[in-house]
């Protein structure tokens, strides 16, 4: 199914707007759309969106800049833009291994580049599996206490 329009609580975003706008965008060298929106959902909450910065591009002015710029190209609160950097540092691997399979490529500048940070990700995502697996367990384990409390 090819997705051409993603509404956003009451507002349409066209995807052409969206492709459009991170294409002019220099710091971006690739970008996904993952999340309900890929996924074709009727409404959406938010748009999701996977970044690869260029490398020496400071991540929190970038975060702050393409959240402004994609909430003014299309009409919507940047409440509703939820971006999250390809970085094993910024974000559960799995979170990221999910977007990258399941998510819409919007851009990509430098494949090489692209490439080496996906197989980064997929590598740690291997070697630390029974640890993250653990961790989520204990995460899980710790909530059900505080909730029974």
Do not use: W
């Not at 509404?7 to 707007?17: E, F, G, Y």
């Not at 940047?78 to 977007?99: K, N, S």
């Not at 990700?121 to 029974?130: H, K, P, T």
């Amino acid at each position: 199914m090819k997705i051409q329009a993603i509404k956003i609580k009451n507002t349409q975003v066209n995807l052409a707007d969206l492709i459009a706008t991170i294409k002019q965008c220099s710091e971006v060298s690739a970008a996904y759309l993952f999340g309900s929106a890929a996924k074709g959902e009727g409404v959406v909450n938010d748009l999701d969106i996977l970044v690869l910065l260029n490398r020496n591009v400071d991540k929190h002015e970038a975060y702050f800049n393409l959240t402004y710029k994609f909430s003014q190209v299309l009409n919507i609160s940047e409440d509703c833009i939820d971006l999250l950097f390809l970085d094993l540092e910024e974000a559960d691997p799995a979170v990221l291994t999910r977007a990258v399979n399941k998510g819409i490529l919007l851009k990509n500048n430098d494949p090489d580049y692209l490439s080496d940070t996906i197989d980064n990700v997929s590598r740690y995502l291997l070697d630390n599996e029974a640890m993250i697996i653990r961790g989520k367990r204990l995460r899980q384990q710790r909530l059900e206490v505080f909730c029974e409390t």
